[in-house]
Antibody, heavy 118, light 111 residues
Framework: QVQLQESGPGLVKPSETLSLTCTVS????????WTWIRQPPGKGLEWLGH???????NYNPSLKSRVTISIDTSKNQVSLRLSSVTAADTAVYYC????????????WGQGTMVTVSS | QSALTQPRSVSGSPGQSVTISCTGA?????????VSWYQEHPGKAPKLIIY???KRPSGVPDRFSGSKSGNTASLTISGLQAEDEADYSC???????????FGGGTKLTVL
Protein backbone atom coordinates (compact mmCIF):
# COMPACT_ATOMS: atom_id res chain seq x y z
CA GLN A 1 0.00 0.00 0.00
CA VAL A 2 1.59 3.23 -1.15
CA GLN A 3 1.86 5.98 1.46
CA LEU A 4 3.08 9.55 1.22
CA GLN A 5 4.55 11.60 4.06
CA GLU A 6 5.40 15.28 3.81
CA SER A 7 8.09 16.78 6.00
CA GLY A 8 9.80 20.13 6.43
CA PRO A 9 9.85 23.32 8.50
CA GLY A 10 6.52 24.55 9.78
CA LEU A 11 7.68 28.15 9.89
CA VAL A 12 9.46 30.08 7.16
CA LYS A 13 10.47 33.76 7.18
CA PRO A 14 9.25 36.13 4.46
CA SER A 15 11.54 36.33 1.40
CA GLU A 16 13.15 32.98 2.24
CA THR A 17 12.73 29.64 0.45
CA LEU A 18 10.22 27.04 1.55
CA SER A 19 11.55 23.49 1.20
CA LEU A 20 9.46 20.35 1.69
CA THR A 21 10.05 16.67 1.08
CA CYS A 22 7.54 13.94 0.32
CA THR A 23 8.68 10.39 1.07
CA VAL A 24 6.98 7.65 -0.92
CA SER A 25 6.77 4.29 0.83
CA UNK A 26 5.25 0.97 -0.17
CA UNK A 27 5.72 1.44 -3.89
CA UNK A 28 7.84 2.73 -6.71
CA UNK A 29 8.22 6.39 -7.55
CA UNK A 30 8.41 5.51 -11.23
CA UNK A 31 5.56 5.73 -13.74
CA UNK A 32 3.50 8.38 -11.95
CA UNK A 33 3.21 12.15 -11.84
CA TRP A 34 4.16 13.38 -8.40
CA THR A 35 2.33 16.56 -7.54
CA TRP A 36 2.38 19.31 -4.94
CA ILE A 37 -0.91 20.93 -3.98
CA ARG A 38 -1.59 23.52 -1.29
CA GLN A 39 -4.59 24.87 0.57
CA PRO A 40 -4.41 28.27 2.30
CA PRO A 41 -6.52 28.59 5.44
CA GLY A 42 -10.19 28.89 4.51
CA LYS A 43 -9.50 28.68 0.78
CA GLY A 44 -9.59 26.12 -2.01
CA LEU A 45 -6.96 23.73 -3.24
CA GLU A 46 -4.25 25.03 -5.58
CA TRP A 47 -2.15 22.86 -7.90
CA LEU A 48 1.51 23.91 -7.73
CA GLY A 49 3.07 21.52 -10.22
CA HIS A 50 4.16 17.98 -10.92
CA UNK A 51 7.07 15.90 -12.14
CA UNK A 52 7.09 12.52 -13.88
CA UNK A 53 9.83 10.24 -12.54
CA UNK A 54 12.88 12.48 -13.02
CA UNK A 55 11.78 14.01 -16.29
CA UNK A 56 10.40 17.44 -17.09
CA UNK A 57 8.36 19.23 -14.48
CA ASN A 58 5.28 21.32 -15.21
CA TYR A 59 4.27 24.21 -12.98
CA ASN A 60 1.30 26.44 -12.25
CA PRO A 61 1.86 29.51 -14.44
CA SER A 62 1.04 31.83 -11.54
CA LEU A 63 3.99 30.44 -9.55
CA LYS A 64 6.28 29.27 -12.34
CA SER A 65 9.18 31.55 -11.54
CA ARG A 66 9.25 30.61 -7.84
CA VAL A 67 8.54 26.89 -7.72
CA THR A 68 10.82 23.91 -8.34
CA ILE A 69 9.90 20.24 -8.02
CA SER A 70 12.50 17.50 -8.09
CA ILE A 71 12.63 13.74 -7.59
CA ASP A 72 15.33 11.61 -5.95
CA THR A 73 14.58 8.11 -7.14
CA SER A 74 17.32 6.60 -4.94
CA LYS A 75 15.50 7.87 -1.84
CA ASN A 76 11.93 7.62 -3.21
CA GLN A 77 11.45 11.30 -2.43
CA VAL A 78 9.78 14.24 -4.13
CA SER A 79 10.86 17.73 -3.15
CA LEU A 80 9.29 21.16 -3.38
CA ARG A 81 11.09 24.48 -3.26
CA LEU A 82 9.18 27.75 -3.28
CA SER A 83 11.30 30.87 -3.26
CA SER A 84 10.65 34.44 -2.08
CA VAL A 85 7.73 33.43 0.10
CA THR A 86 5.20 35.86 1.54
CA ALA A 87 2.31 35.49 3.97
CA ALA A 88 0.16 34.49 0.99
CA ASP A 89 2.14 31.25 0.80
CA THR A 90 0.91 30.18 4.24
CA ALA A 91 -0.99 26.95 3.61
CA VAL A 92 -1.25 23.22 4.16
CA TYR A 93 1.01 21.62 1.57
CA TYR A 94 0.14 18.20 0.20
CA CYS A 95 1.98 15.83 -2.05
CA UNK A 96 -0.17 13.57 -4.19
CA UNK A 97 0.14 10.91 -6.87
CA UNK A 98 -1.46 11.61 -10.24
CA UNK A 99 -1.97 8.61 -12.49
CA UNK A 100 -1.96 10.51 -15.75
CA UNK A 101 -1.17 14.22 -15.27
CA UNK A 102 -4.79 15.27 -15.68
CA UNK A 103 -5.75 15.77 -12.05
CA UNK A 104 -6.59 12.24 -10.90
CA UNK A 105 -4.92 12.29 -7.50
CA UNK A 106 -5.51 8.82 -6.13
CA UNK A 107 -3.11 8.95 -3.18
CA TRP A 108 -2.42 11.93 -0.92
CA GLY A 109 -0.11 12.63 1.96
CA GLN A 110 -1.55 13.90 5.22
CA GLY A 111 -0.32 17.40 4.47
CA THR A 112 1.96 19.72 6.39
CA MET A 113 1.12 23.22 7.56
CA VAL A 114 3.63 25.90 6.63
CA THR A 115 3.34 29.39 8.08
CA VAL A 116 5.22 32.31 6.59
CA SER A 117 5.97 34.81 9.32
CA SER A 118 8.87 36.73 10.77
CA GLN B 1 -10.03 33.40 -7.01
CA SER B 2 -10.34 29.80 -8.13
CA ALA B 3 -10.40 28.86 -11.80
CA LEU B 4 -13.49 26.67 -11.39
CA THR B 5 -16.65 28.01 -9.74
CA GLN B 6 -18.51 26.04 -7.11
CA PRO B 7 -21.31 27.07 -4.75
CA ARG B 8 -19.95 27.91 -1.31
CA SER B 9 -22.42 25.60 0.42
CA VAL B 10 -25.23 23.13 -0.13
CA SER B 11 -27.34 21.17 2.31
CA GLY B 12 -29.72 18.27 2.43
CA SER B 13 -31.47 15.94 4.82
CA PRO B 14 -30.51 12.30 5.34
CA GLY B 15 -31.81 10.17 2.49
CA GLN B 16 -32.15 13.08 0.10
CA SER B 17 -30.02 13.87 -2.95
CA VAL B 18 -27.86 16.91 -3.51
CA THR B 19 -26.00 18.12 -6.57
CA ILE B 20 -22.88 20.28 -6.54
CA SER B 21 -21.99 22.18 -9.69
CA CYS B 22 -18.54 23.06 -10.98
CA THR B 23 -18.39 25.64 -13.75
CA GLY B 24 -15.29 26.19 -15.82
CA ALA B 25 -14.53 27.18 -19.37
CA UNK B 26 -14.03 25.69 -22.80
CA UNK B 27 -10.30 25.54 -22.03
CA UNK B 28 -10.76 23.17 -19.09
CA UNK B 29 -14.04 21.45 -18.15
CA UNK B 30 -15.51 21.93 -21.61
CA UNK B 31 -12.63 20.40 -23.56
CA UNK B 32 -11.68 17.07 -22.01
CA UNK B 33 -13.40 14.51 -19.82
CA UNK B 34 -10.80 14.96 -17.09
CA VAL B 35 -12.93 16.22 -14.22
CA SER B 36 -12.37 14.77 -10.78
CA TRP B 37 -13.99 15.32 -7.41
CA TYR B 38 -12.45 15.19 -3.94
CA GLN B 39 -14.06 14.80 -0.53
CA GLU B 40 -12.35 16.63 2.32
CA HIS B 41 -13.05 15.97 5.98
CA PRO B 42 -11.49 18.41 8.47
CA GLY B 43 -7.93 17.53 9.32
CA LYS B 44 -7.77 14.73 6.76
CA ALA B 45 -6.25 14.43 3.33
CA PRO B 46 -8.61 14.86 0.37
CA LYS B 47 -10.08 11.65 -1.02
CA LEU B 48 -10.69 10.96 -4.70
CA ILE B 49 -14.35 10.04 -5.22
CA ILE B 50 -14.91 10.66 -8.95
CA TYR B 51 -12.47 10.84 -11.86
CA UNK B 52 -12.79 11.19 -15.63
CA UNK B 53 -16.15 12.96 -15.04
CA UNK B 54 -18.11 9.90 -13.91
CA LYS B 55 -15.82 7.03 -12.90
CA ARG B 56 -15.67 5.88 -9.28
CA PRO B 57 -12.51 4.49 -7.68
CA SER B 58 -12.81 1.14 -6.01
CA GLY B 59 -14.50 1.44 -2.62
CA VAL B 60 -16.47 4.61 -3.33
CA PRO B 61 -20.21 3.98 -2.90
CA ASP B 62 -22.39 4.24 -5.98
CA ARG B 63 -24.35 6.94 -4.15
CA PHE B 64 -21.72 9.26 -5.60
CA SER B 65 -22.04 10.03 -9.30
CA GLY B 66 -20.62 12.57 -11.69
CA SER B 67 -21.67 14.12 -14.97
CA LYS B 68 -20.81 16.96 -17.31
CA SER B 69 -22.65 19.25 -19.69
CA GLY B 70 -20.73 21.82 -21.66
CA ASN B 71 -18.48 23.78 -19.32
CA THR B 72 -20.24 22.59 -16.15
CA ALA B 73 -19.56 19.38 -14.25
CA SER B 74 -21.76 18.08 -11.46
CA LEU B 75 -21.41 15.77 -8.48
CA THR B 76 -24.59 14.14 -7.20
CA ILE B 77 -24.80 12.42 -3.84
CA SER B 78 -27.92 10.36 -3.39
CA GLY B 79 -29.22 8.80 -0.18
CA LEU B 80 -27.38 11.39 1.94
CA GLN B 81 -25.73 10.07 5.09
CA ALA B 82 -24.32 11.95 8.06
CA GLU B 83 -20.77 10.94 7.13
CA ASP B 84 -21.15 12.68 3.76
CA GLU B 85 -20.91 16.04 5.54
CA ALA B 86 -17.62 17.41 4.22
CA ASP B 87 -16.10 19.82 1.73
CA TYR B 88 -16.15 18.78 -1.92
CA SER B 89 -13.76 20.17 -4.52
CA CYS B 90 -13.78 19.69 -8.27
CA UNK B 91 -10.68 19.59 -10.42
CA UNK B 92 -10.05 19.72 -14.16
CA UNK B 93 -7.22 19.48 -16.59
CA UNK B 94 -6.69 22.79 -18.38
CA UNK B 95 -5.51 22.52 -21.96
CA UNK B 96 -3.94 25.98 -21.81
CA UNK B 97 -0.49 25.63 -20.27
CA UNK B 98 -1.26 21.95 -19.62
CA UNK B 99 -1.98 22.31 -15.93
CA UNK B 100 -4.63 21.45 -13.40
CA UNK B 101 -7.22 23.77 -11.86
CA PHE B 102 -9.40 23.34 -8.79
CA GLY B 103 -12.70 24.79 -7.70
CA GLY B 104 -13.01 26.77 -4.50
CA GLY B 105 -14.77 23.96 -2.67
CA THR B 106 -18.35 23.42 -1.50
CA LYS B 107 -19.33 22.72 2.08
CA LEU B 108 -22.02 20.06 2.29
CA THR B 109 -24.14 20.13 5.43
CA VAL B 110 -26.33 17.14 6.25
CA LEU B 111 -29.25 18.58 8.21
Amino acid sequence: QVQLQESGPGLVKPSETLSLTCTVSGGSISDYYWTWIRQPPGKGLEWLGHMYSSETANYNPSLKSRVTISIDTSKNQVSLRLSSVTAADTAVYYCARDKSAVGTFDIWGQGTMVTVSS
Amino acid sequence: QSALTQPRSVSGSPGQSVTISCTGASSDVGTYNYVSWYQEHPGKAPKLIIYDVSKRPSGVPDRFSGSKSGNTASLTISGLQAEDEADYSCCSYAVTDKFVVFGGGTKLTVL
